[in-house]
């Protein structure tokens, strides 16, 4: 079982290869440079690596508008160069995840192309026109301030096309079966290369139903166990990812009742309130997340993130919490986006504060579900705020103090490297800290190795403990009659707590995994702590007498 749902204790590196590593010298990351850094990768400790687009594309959304679904970009390699890549992951027990892209294509698709120059073209009814402007043509845009409407006129076909995202990026009509069967024709051919799933991006529009008639679409959830059924039938240990920022009451529909749709989801509810909790050093409301979407299958997972490679987004919390976050993490409104989010990296969101960057990722690789690292923030990694919307937080990736911090021997990289200021290549990079053992690179690569050898995280059932301080945070898990606690004091100050583990066992003691400072519990079971400012403890629950013989020894 364990081997089946591997997913359920992985640690997922997500990275896009144009801004990874440039082998041929031409300015653009490829998947010989990539081949390059696997070693690299393999000793952060990394499971599975998750790919951003690669297919050819116009390259207008970084990507996302996919031209071709059944090749990679030529700036990127070739398909055999893609291959060689997955043999070699697999070589080194890492598993190859990458995006699907099957909400909307690039209007530059040959699909799109054949549809607008002819209404009996066999494409056309693969996306959603209508004759007039849709009355609500104004709302539901995903980019608001930046994109002006849902329906485009488009002069050849002389008709109105949908597109829930940019206007170079038709929707496809997911509810045609012939669509349908395309998405797993696209499945079924990137597993065959050597991929063990795909994180499908937009899901709730992929699924909902679109037209100038829809007023609230409607999400067609049998599609999902179709995409499931399908991949399993190909590869059982094969998974979707889901990107579907839904609320809670919502998550088991994306899930399934019995397991039998989405394998993995993105906990956007739990992302949000945890910045919350880091900007107010209040875990109330993350605890109320953390309960509300605890409900799913034995086989289902959370997928959990600190940054990714979109902003911030912070819709789902109160008006005054929102702004608190804005106030704490992006105060100035070149750093926020969309009306909902912030567009910057984690440490300088943190204003590199060691304690609390430490603090932040021990958060993400102890909550429930399977952390999600992006490129660069095992170093800690900065943003350029000079670059259009996302485009911030999506510069080439720091190996060294080379010029353009070793991404490329070009004069010209495909994005400016960052290196001014002090999140600079010159003094943030990979190779410095590689060479140094209190780095923040070297303590994740300690953490990542802790975090696997804890399945309880990642396996177990989750209980929020009662520390009578709503600075400090403490969960237990349980698997197999083994527990895990955890601690975090999300105040810059320091803080005392005395907490009990709520379990049956008389006076378990608390092994530290991360350093000698165990815990002995009162003659009541109960545990007083001590945590410096941002301070966190992980621990395995034992005996009274492993403490004693440590002891005596």
Not at 433 to 445: A, M
Request: proline share 7%.
């Amino acid at each position: 079982m364990i081997n089946d749902l591997w997913y359920k204790n992985a640690v997922i590196y997500c990275l896009a290869v144009e801004s990874f590593m440039d082998a041929n010298g031409d300015g653009v990351g490829d998947f010989k440079g990539l081949l390059r850094r696997l070693d690299y990768l393999h000793g952060l400790g990394v499971t599975a690596i998750w790919l951003m687009p690669f297919q050819p594309s116009p390259g207008r959304d970084d990507g996302y508008d996919v031209a071709d679904y059944y090749g990679v970009d030529p700036r990127y390699g070739t398909l055999g160069d893609f291959v060689e890549f997955t043999h070699a992951a697999k070589q080194r027990g890492i598993r190859v995840l990458i995006d699907l892209v099957v909400n909307h294509t690039s209007d530059q698709h040959p699909w799109f192309q054949a549809a607008r120059k002819d209404p009996n073209s066999p494409y056309r009814n693969w996306y959603v026109w209508s004759k007039k402007r849709p009355a609500n043509a104004n709302e539901g845009m995903v980019f608001p301030g930046v994109q002006k409407t849902t329906w485009t006129r488009d002069p050849e076909a002389g008709e109105y096309y949908f597109h829930r995202f940019y206007e170079f990026q038709p929707d496809l009509n997911t509810a045609n079966p012939e669509v349908q069967a395309e998405i797993l024709k696209i499945m079924g051919f990137w597993i065959q290369l050597g991929v063990s799933g795909f994180r499908m991006d937009a899901v709730p529009f992929v699924i909902g139903t679109k037209g100038p008639d829809v007023a609230k679409p409607v999400e067609q959830f049998d599609m999902l166990r179709t995409f499931r059924e399908f991949l399993q039938w190909r590869q059982g240990d094969s998974v979707i990812l889901a990107e579907a920022n839904v609320l809670p009451d919502t998550d088991m529909d994306y899930f399934g009742d019995d397991g039998d749709r989405m394998q993995m989801m993105f906990n956007f509810q739990v992302n949000q309130h945890l910045f919350y909790a880091l900007a107010a050093a209040d875990c109330g409301p993350l605890v109320e997340a953390i309960e509300k979407t605890k409900p799913r299958p034995p086989t289902a997972q959370w997928g959990l993130f600190l940054r990714n490679h979109d902003e911030l987004d912070l819709g789902r919390l109160t008006e005054d919490q929102r702004q608190a976050v804005f106030a704490a993490f992006g105060p100035d409104q070149t750093m926020q986006l969309y009306g909902r989010g912030i567009r910057r990296r984690l440490a300088p969101m943190l204003d590199g504060d060691r304690r609390r960057l430490e603090l932040a990722y021990s958060l993400m690789f102890t909550l429930p579900g399977t952390p999600v690292v992006r490129y660069g923030d095992e170093f800690g990694m900065g943003d350029d705020l000079s670059l259009p919307e996302r485009n911030a937080t999506r510069t080439p990736m720091q190996w060294s103090t080379e010029p353009h911090g070793g991404f490329t021997k070009n004069d010209k990289p495909v994005s400016p490297v960052i290196s001014e200021g002090p999140y600079g290549y010159e003094h943030i990079n990979a190779a410095e800290q590689r060479r140094d053992p209190n780095s923040l690179l070297n303590w994740t690569e300690r953490v990542i190795r802790m975090r696997k050898e804890c399945p309880e995280i990642g396996w177990g059932e989750v209980t929020a403990l009662d520390t009578g301080d709503k600075s400090v945070l403490a969960l237990r898990y349980d698997w197999r009659n083994n527990s895990v606690v955890v601690v975090h004091n999300l105040d810059g100050k320091p803080r005392e707590v005395v907490f009990g583990l709520d379990m049956d066992e008389s006076r378990p003691a608390l092994i530290n995994l991360l350093s000698d400072d165990h815990s002995h519990p009162d003659e009541k079971g109960r545990h007083s702590l001590v945590l410096e400012p941002y301070g966190y403890r992980w621990y395995r629950v034992g005996g009274l007498d492993y403490l004693l013989k440590r002891s005596q020894a």
